[in-house]
């Protein structure tokens, strides 16, 4: 059973677009699955499979300023002026919504790059409301990120939030492809595998390619900067049980040195985290043709641990 929904974004302008996928059996728990920067849910279709035949509902949107709700409300790189929490409160918002059809199940949070980030500030704001979250392809401190945020500010503070200064987003993230010295395409660092970075680079849905604005990049920083250090950790409930799982050549997660940082953090603050690093893969773990079964199993196995 699929059910498609909409609802008021946080920012009070956009309705977002978003889906429930329901096995054909009874269902043992919720996974909430929540997309990265530039992208939308349905590339994630791989793995909704697997969850729904494990037995898992799957609930999805794609954010303000990405995929249908960008096409909708014609709001491409543009998040609105609500600040860096809208897409958590957002995921807060379709939370209520499935439970309300689906009430009483075990619920869970499957975040990936951006989503990873948006999952914690979820973890630190309702994690009381979570039987467990896996955070995929996270950072720790971001390369960066506080000297171009404070270059964006600037721009912001001139008035010009709604435009877009393609500089910024180079500053922010044109070095993350830096060991892959034959890249052509920008997007090598998401996966090695070229059929995936075309498929990527060609989708209609993605924002990946599509300008960002300024002001939407700036929440992107701050986003950024609401999850970081043992102040984070200290706020996520300390019985929340956690995923934490990305490639060795990812850059986002300085190539495993970020993973670390953040399984870390939850550690020094008394949280229990299970961490898997998969060594020589780039970004999108789950999009490996050769480890993204295992990738999906694991995920499935630390739910069904926890639901035992």
Not at 98 to 104: G, I, L, T
Not at 161 to 189: H, Y
Not at 238 to 261: F, R, S, T
Request: glycine share 10%; proline share 4%; net charge negative.
């Amino acid at each position: 059973m699929l059910h498609e929904v909409s609802f008021l974004s946080y920012n009070k302008r956009d309705q977002v677009q978003g889906w429930i996928y329901v096995p054909a059996c009874k269902p043992k728990g919720i996974v909430q699955l929540i997309h990265g920067f530039g992208e939308h849910s349905r590339r994630y279709l791989h793995m909704i499979a697997h969850l729904t035949e494990a037995g898992y509902i799957v609930a999805a949107d794609d954010h303000v300023g990405h995929g249908k709700t960008a096409m909708i409300n014609n709001t491409w790189g543009d998040w609105g002026n609500a600040g860096p929490h809208t897409m958590m409160e957002d995921e807060h918002t379709l939370k209520t919504i499935v439970q309300e059809k689906y009430p009483n199940l075990p619920y869970f949070l499957f975040g990936h790059s951006m989503g990873s980030f948006i999952t914690r500030d979820f973890m630190a704001t309702y994690g009381d409301e979570l039987t467990g979250a896996t955070i995929c392809g996270t950072t720790g401190i971001f390369r960066g990120a506080k000297e171009v945020a404070a270059k964006i500010k600037e721009a912001i503070d001139a008035g010009k939030g709604k435009e877009s200064d393609s500089q910024f987003t180079v500053d922010l993230m044109g070095w993350m492809c830096e060991r892959i010295p034959d890249a052509k395409l920008g997007n090598e660092w998401i996966c090695a595998d070229p059929y995936v970075q075309q498929d990527h680079a060609s989708d209609p849905f993605d924002a990946f390619t599509k300008p960002t604005m300024n002001q939407a990049l700036y929440d992107f920083t701050q986003m950024m900067q609401c999850i970081e250090g043992t102040e984070w950790a200290n706020k996520v409930p300390v019985d929340l049980p956690i995923y934490n799982i990305g490639g060795d050549q990812d850059p986002v997660g300085e190539y495993g040195k970020g993973i670390y940082e953040v399984t870390n953090w939850l550690v020094q603050t008394g949280h229990k985290v299970q961490t898997k690093v998969y060594s020589g893969y780039r970004h999108e773990i789950h999009n490996y043709a050769d480890i993204k079964n295992e990738v999906e199993q694991g995920i499935i196995d630390f739910m069904d641990q926890i639901l035992r």
